[in-house]
């Protein structure tokens, strides 16, 4: 059984930087669909970006990707996602939201990781 | 790349069969057979019900079902429970390693 579990809550102040990690365990990590999926308050789910670890580059969702950065430490079995330049906007939950039986679909999720952008 | 579209909210009665449309582009659900769709309830993480369009994951009733025609993919829930008051978000691969998600539909049981 894979377990995906998230870091914890942050809050971040407007221009900084966030880092979110995703560990997994009970399957071969370097196999996985990384993907990193966030809902702000009142709103639907967004794709951020994911990476397959054994094939090393991510890819991006086009509105975030002069902002986010998605990592894979295979060694650690971890995840990474910063999201950079901060605004209120980012304020959400972010899921570590991983295709643990196949690349088309998201089917082991994380607890999610709450990010709060405030002055 | 825009956002899929569902309908804000749909209700059903218990034992009722409520279906959820989800309307692309060609260039999302009409170009490719990966069509999911997740079960969110508040404070949870979504839960996967379909995917490929009309595969159901280990432990999903046969409740429910996904189809697909053209542009637009499907979510039927049949025999409507209680429990199954939630969010209903589709996603489709989009091309480019990219996937995109619909803004959510309500489902209520009356």
């Known amino acids: 059984q894979v377990q995906v579990e998230q870091s914890g809550a942050e809050v971040k102040k407007p221009g900084s930087s966030v880092n979110v990690s995703c560990k997994t365990s009970?399957?071969?990590?370097?196999?996985?669909?990384i993907n990193w999926v966030r809902q702000a308050p009142g709103q639907g789910l967004e794709w951020m970006g994911g990476?397959?670890?054994?094939?090393?580059?991510?890819d991006y969702a086009q509105a975030l990707q002069d902002r986010v950065t998605i990592i894979a430490d295979e060694s650690a079995s971890t995840a990474y996602m910063e999201l950079r330049s901060l605004r209120s906007g980012d304020t959400a939950v972010y899921f570590c939201?991983?295709?643990?039986?196949?690349?088309?679909?998201?089917?082991?999720w994380g607890q999610g990781s709450l990010v709060t952008v405030s002055s | 790349q825009s956002a899929l579209t569902q309908p804000r909210s749909v209700s059903g009665s218990p034992g009722q069969s409520v279906t959820i449309s989800c309307t692309g582009t060609s260039g999302d659900i009409g170009a490719y057979n990966y069509v999911s769709w997740y079960q969110h309830h508040p404070v949870t993480a979504p839960k996967l019900l379909i995917y490929d369009v009309n595969k159901r994951p280990s432990g999903v009733p046969d409740r429910f079902s996904g189809s697909k025609s053209g542009n637009t993919a499907s979510l039927t829930i049949s025999g409507l429970r209680a429990e199954d008051e939630a969010d209903y978000y589709c996603s489709s691969y989009a091309g480019d390693y990219s996937y995109i998600f619909a803004s959510g539909t309500k489902v209520t049981v009356l």
């Open positions: 939201a991983v295709g643990c039986r196949g690349y088309s679909r998201f089917d082991c």
């Open positions: 009970g399957g071969p990590f370097r196999n996985f669909a």
């Open positions: 990476i397959i670890p054994s094939l090393g580059t991510p």
